[in-house]
């Protein structure tokens, strides 16, 4: 069956990184677009960013722009982020998710979600 297991949240200072992996399976990943999506506590999803099936094309969030990197490695049906400068705001929980073009709220793939907390 389909999975999207991520990994690699954590508790980090601000300022501080971490690395976040999604391994995908039972379908074929090179051939959809990944996102990365966000929930803050007792707030809704907010996308994060994007990756093209060969990792041509690539956005993000204002928010994130600059500080994050997505990247996926299709020999190994893995999804990165790797996440710089982290603030408290970027606290959530992190969902990988994968669907057909880059509009990820039509998402057909979804993660259970890893939780990234930011705090001193």
């Known amino acids: 069956q389909v999975q999207l297991v991520e990994s690699g949240g954590g508790l980090v200072q601000p300022g501080g990184s971490l690395r976040l992996s999604c391994a995908a399976s039972?379908?074929?990943?090179?051939?959809?677009?990944m996102y990365w999506v966000r929930q803050a506590p007792g707030k809704g999803r907010e996308w994060v960013s994007s990756?093209?099936?060969?990792?041509?094309?690539?956005y993000y969030a204002d928010s994130v722009k600059g500080r994050f990197t997505i990247s996926r490695d299709n020999a190994k049906n893995t999804l990165y982020l790797q996440m710089n400068s982290l603030k408290p705001e970027d606290t959530g929980l992190y969902y990988c998710a994968g669907g057909r073009d880059s509009d990820w709220a039509k998402y057909i793939y979804w993660g259970q979600g890893t939780q990234v907390t930011v705090s001193s």
């Open positions: 990756i093209s099936r060969g990792a041509i094309t690539t």
């Open positions: 039972g379908f074929t990943f090179s051939s959809y677009w």
